[in-house]
C-alpha cells in the first residue's frame, strides 16, 4: 500500500504564503497522476492543482498565478506553494496519488485570516 502524510498547513494572514508537503511511504509504485484538493465546510471539493506523468501541471481558475505545484527529483514528496493567499483559500487540504487506485493524505488546515 501507499500512505501520504501531508504537513505545511497553518495560519497565515491575507498575501502571506505557506507551502504544503505531501510525503509517501509504503510500496514503490509510479503514480499517474497526484495532486492536492481542498475542501472548506458546506462546500464541494475542488481540485486546486495536478501533476500528471513528469511535468504536466493543471490548475483551478481560483488559483492560477498563485499556486504552484512541484515535486521532489526521487517522486517522494510533492509540494503546493501557496502566495498571495486569501480568505476563500481557506480549507483542508488533501493530497492524493492515482497509482491504479487513488490514495489520499489525512489532509492539512489552512486558515487566512487578519
Known amino acids: 500500500q501507499v500512505q501520504l502524510v501531508e504537513s505545511g498547513g497553518g495560519w497565515v494572514q491575507p498575501g502571506g504564503a505557506l507551502r504544503l508537503s505531501c510525503a509517501t511511504s509504503g510500496r514503490a509504485v509510479s503514480f499517474n497522476a497526484w495532486g492536492w484538493y481542498r475542501q472548506a465546510p458546506g462546500k464541494e471539493r475542488e481540485l486546486v492543482a495536478t501533476?500528471?506523468?513528469?511535468?504536466?501541471?493543471n490548475y483551478s481558475d481560483s488559483v492560477k498565478g498563485r499556486f504552484t505545484i512541484s515535486r521532489d527529483g526521487a517522486w517522494n514528496s510533492i509540494y503546493l506553494q501557496m502566495n498571495n493567499l486569501k480568505a476563500e483559500d481557506s480549507a483542508v487540504y488533501l493530497c492524493?496519488?492515482?497509482?491504479?487506485?487513488?490514495?489520499w493524505g489525512q489532509g492539512t488546515q489552512v486558515t487566512v485570516s487578519s
Open positions: 501533476l500528471i506523468g513528469n511535468r504536466f501541471t
Open positions: 492524493y496519488a492515482d497509482w491504479g487506485p487513488r490514495t
